[in-house]
């Protein structure tokens, strides 16, 4: 029998795991991504059914879900089998700072803690305010975000608002909009070009090599590596377009900035 709200939930993505534990609802999920970390306990207390593109689908109709929640056409095949299984799947496709707001209210809306969603996504939009509003010196230092090393893929819609939200400025705004990461490939000439005084980077999910930067061919003159300014973000806390994007992913793009916390 399936419930409304839903009783039995498996979130296939980090960040409706980490919302679902803030909204104070984290007893109806029963299965989670592989790759779900936070908060910390989620890796002892809920079992693992997923990685991103693939999923355990026996055992995750083993959990009798009444609702799975997923990402994006990256998971569409994941989508496709659990539809046929006849599961209910609501499929999230946020790339910005709006659509994670969303995100979180619509996820509140589906569990029914509606008002308690809102609470949360008003906190989060009155700290990115504060954070925009803080004075900071002129002009804005040029940030080169680096989602993935080869081929370059610069940072993806709220990657480049945060920046923004932290006092820098992104070298390559133009390519925010574009949500798959083949649309966000960079020439290394180009980055060149822009200059950027700050590098930040984040592999999607493998130790970043700074002297591989350093070492590619012309990146010497950049500013940001003279001057020693190329800073790793973990891909948890950035890459995933949730609340660790708007907390923990904006403290630390603060940090390596202006070398201070929110």
């Known amino acids: ?35 779900a970390v936070r908060p910390p306990q989620v890796r002892r ?3 693992r059914v997923s990685a991103f593109v693939s999923a355990d689908i026996p055992k995750i109709l083993a959990l009798e879900p009444d609702l799975v929640l997923a990402f994006s056409d ?23 700072i709006a659509g994670i707001l969303a995100m979180i209210r619509t996820l509140g809306a589906l569990v029914g803690v509606t008002e308690r969603a809102e609470e949360l996504a008003q906190g989060f939009e009155r700290r990115l305010a504060a954070i925009a509003a803080t004075p900071r010196p ?12 080869d081929p370059l893929i610069s940072g993806i819609g709220w990657v480049s608002e945060l920046i923004e939200i932290a006092g820098g400025a992104d070298v390559f705004p133009e390519l925010r909009q574009r949500q798959a990461a083949k649309d966000r490939i960079v020439p290394a000439e180009t980055v060149r070009e822009a200059a ?10 493998k130790k970043v090599v700074p002297a591989r930067i350093c070492a590619r061919e012309g990146w010497s003159d ?19 377009p949730g609340p660790a994007a708007l907390t923990d992913g904006l403290d630390a793009i603060v940090q390596a900035l202006w070398g201070e916390r929110c």
């Not at 419930?3 to 980090?14: K, M, N």
């Not at 409706?16 to 299965?31: A, F, H, K, M």
């Open 1 to 35: 029998m399936r419930h409304f709200p839903p009783r039995r939930i498996v979130c296939l993505t980090e960040e409706t795991v980490e919302t679902l534990y803030l909204l104070g609802e984290q007893d109806r999920i029963v299965g989670v991504s592989g790759y």
């Open 45 to 47: 207390e809920k079992p």
């Open 74 to 96: 990256l998971q569409a095949g994941i989508v496709a089998d659990l539809v046929r299984a006849g599961v209910d799947v609501h499929v999230f496709n946020q790339r910005d």
């Open 138 to 149: 002129s002009p804005r230092p040029r940030v080169y975000f680096e989602e993935w090393d």
């Open 196 to 205: 950027p005084e700050v590098i930040l980077a984040s592999w999607c999910g």
């Open 222 to 240: 950049l500013p940001a590596v003279r001057n020693n300014r190329i800073v790793e973000i973990k891909s948890p806390i950035i890459l995933q």
